[in-house]
């Protein structure tokens, strides 16, 4: 998201970040000198934007708020582009998690160590709780976050399905739910050859290739959680105004297993 954000604010022309930004009627943003040059050099009858050819018929306009952005990225270009890896500073959060027992579907076995569950194929738990996932295969972490910066990584299986992030408290556990953030779930899943965030409307993020360990950040005061492809060091994916009236709780998500298919685990990482 950082890096979409700096390039955003760089003229396609020069590639440097706006100066006296204009704004021309097919949607385009360069720099006036860019643009000037470009008008001079090719000795057009008409403004032609250099991007996508189209003949503008209006003046081009000055567009202050980019020329903002752009001062802005210049200013605070190393916390941007911090913003970008996992830190020694996030480092310092991370969480021994356990799963909760107590919330897991019926379908999920856990280890003895409540560190990795994979799902079954049959009903390992037939006792109902007030607590428990009945429809998703689902589970939450031990912990329960009121305030404060966590971290947590989480090794999940390579070309699986599965969603990882955190939910509100109080989310329905006895209907399937779409994993959404207006239903008060901040996840990313894993689905075939895409990663999809919960924001609502639902976008949809190029697959990883190998991406086989995902750290979490969550930061209660900032509502905001990040996700991290931790081999590479690299975000995934930034989601902000998250809902802090209530307790956060960590939140798994595990496909069921097909025919001569036994489910990937997910581990919880030391």
Do not use: D
């Given at each position: 998201?950082?890096?979409?954000?700096?390039?955003?604010?760089k003229c396609p022309v020069c590639l440097e970040f706006f100066?006296?930004?204009v704004l021309l009627s097919c949607g385009h943003t360069f720099c006036f000198n860019c643009m000037k040059n470009w008008f001079r050099e090719r000795r057009f009858t008409n403004l032609t934007c250099p991007l996508c050819r189209e003949v503008n018929e209006q003046p081009p306009k000055e567009e202050w708020r980019m020329e903002g952005l752009s001062i802005l990225i210049m200013q605070h270009g190393p916390l941007l582009e911090?913003?970008?890896h996992i830190s020694d500073a996030i480092l310092r959060f991370q969480e021994h998690m356990t799963l909760d027992a107590a919330t897991a579907n019926p379908f999920l076995v856990l280890s003895d160590d409540l560190r990795t569950v994979h799902c079954g194929k049959i009903c390992h738990n037939q006792l109902e709780g007030p607590e428990r996932f009945t429809h998703m295969t689902s589970v939450l972490g031990s912990s329960c976050f009121h305030s404060g910066r966590h971290y947590w990584e989480v090794e999940v299986g390579e070309g699986k399905e599965w969603a990882l992030g955190v939910c509100k408290e109080s989310v329905n556990r006895k209907e399937k739910s779409v994993l959404s953030s207006e239903l008060g779930f901040w996840v990313i899943s894993m689905k075939g050859n895409a990663i999809y965030p919960?924001?609502?409307?639902?976008?949809s993020l190029p697959r990883i290739p190998d991406l086989d360990r995902v750290g979490i950040f969550l930061d209660v005061e900032m509502g905001e959680i990040k996700f991290f492809d931790v081999r590479n060091d690299a975000l995934i994916y930034m989601q902000s105004y998250?809902?802090?009236?209530?307790?956060?709780r960590p939140f798994f998500y595990l496909e069921q297993p097909g025919e001569g298919d036994n489910g990937a685990p997910l581990r919880l990482c030391p």
């Open positions: 998201m950082a890096e979409s954000i700096q390039e955003e604010a100066y006296k930004p911090q913003s970008l919960s924001s609502f409307p639902q976008t998250l809902s802090s009236l209530e307790p956060l």
